[in-house]
Nanobody
Framework: QVQLVESGVGLVQAGGSLRLSCAAS????????MGWYRQAPGKQRGLVAS???????NYADSVKGRFTISRDNAKNTVYLQMNSLKPDDTAVYYC?????????WGQGTQVTVSS
């Protein structure tokens, strides 16, 4: 059974930094892509950043230049380094791991940025 374990729950002041991580386990299938999505109250879940197995990255316009996604293929772990955080970044952040056929979601991590 595939498990995604997220860490990095945080309350941070505007301008601060936070790092999220998500470790995947329980599958012998190779991981095609990993990413982070977020959902703020009253809004739809949307892509924050993604990274393929080859290292190609994609970012939402709102986080470009502030957030960096990376992965450790040996550990099946994806990271999201968030700098210069803004109150608008407040949301529940979800890890997403896509294997060759199926994608899985993490349980969600609350990130709150105070002004």
């Amino acid at each position: 059974q595939v498990q995604l374990v997220e860490s990095g729950v945080g309350l941070v002041q505007a301008g601060g930094s936070l790092r999220l991580s998500c470790a995947a386990s329980g599958s012998s299938d190779s991981i095609a892509a990993m990413g982070w999505y977020r959902q703020a109250p009253g809004k739809q879940r949307g892509l924050v950043a993604s990274i393929t197995s080859g290292g190609s990255t994609n970012y939402a316009d709102s986080v470009k230049g502030r957030f960096t996604i990376s992965r450790d293929n040996a550990k099946n772990t994806v990271y999201l380094q968030m700098n210069s955080l803004k109150p608008d970044d407040t949301a529940v952040y979800y890890c997403n791991v896509r294997f060759s056929v199926v994608a899985y979601w993490g349980q969600g991590t609350q990130v709150t940025v105070s002004s």
